[in-house]
């Protein structure tokens, strides 16, 4: 009988659990962070300086190829 009450829990005692849940979860996750040193740092900032270079150059090229056919189909 007692696994009958554990099993059909209140949907309202659920609710209550999740953010207690989220919370507790948040907190040791943040306690398990660490701040990069100088050498992972750069490494992320290059990282990062690659990928906005290569989107914008992607999105360049696309652009001049899109002009002269926009001009060719009006």
């Known amino acids: 009988m007692a696994k009958d009450k ?7 005692e659920k609710l209550a659990e999740s953010p ?4 507790r979860e948040g907190t040791q ?8 040193d100088l050498k992972e740092y750069t490494k992320i900032v290059k990282a990062v300086g690659i990928g906005f270079l ?21």
């Open 54 to 74: 290569a989107v914008g150059i992607i999105g360049y090229a696309i652009k001049l190829i899109h002009i002269p056919i926009r001009y060719l189909i009006v």
């Open 29 to 36: 996750f943040l306690q398990k962070c660490k701040k990069p």
């Open 20 to 23: 207690l849940e989220f919370v």
């Open 6 to 12: 554990e099993t059909s829990s209140n949907p309202v």
